[in-house]
């Protein structure tokens, strides 16, 4: 059984920065993409930010040139740093290990305030 454990919520004003952390249980952490979703109040789950086996970053529209994906693979750890956040930025984040079977985190909560 594979666990995610995230953590850097918040609060914040608009235009600052939060980074999330999630921590993986597993020693096969290094084999598997890994990505950040969110879901925000009365909306779908959509995909932040998805980082490869290799360490390549992809992102939603909405969140390039703000959030950086990374992972180190000796920690078990993937991050998510955001900067310059928005209102519209307000969500459950949730970290996902992807594969045949995707695991998911319980969520952390990061709220943007105007």
């Known amino acids: 059984q594979v666990q995610l454990v995230e953590s850097g919520g918040g609060l914040v004003q608009t235009g600052g920065s939060l980074r999330l952390s999630c921590v993986a249980s597993d020693s096969t952490f290094s084999g598997n993409a890994m990505g950040w979703y969110r879901q925000a109040p009365g909306k779908q789950r959509e995909l932040v930010a998805r980082i490869s086996i290799g360490g390549t970053g992809i992102y939603a529209d909405s969140v390039k040139g703000r959030f950086t994906i990374s992972r180190d693979n000796a920690k078990k750890t993937v991050y998510l740093q955001m900067n310059n956040l928005k209102p519209e930025d307000t969500a459950v984040y949730y970290c996902?290990?992807?594969?045949?079977?995707?695991?998911w985190g319980q969520g952390t909560r990061v709220t943007v305030s105007s």
């Open positions: 996902v290990r992807l594969g045949r079977q995707d695991y």
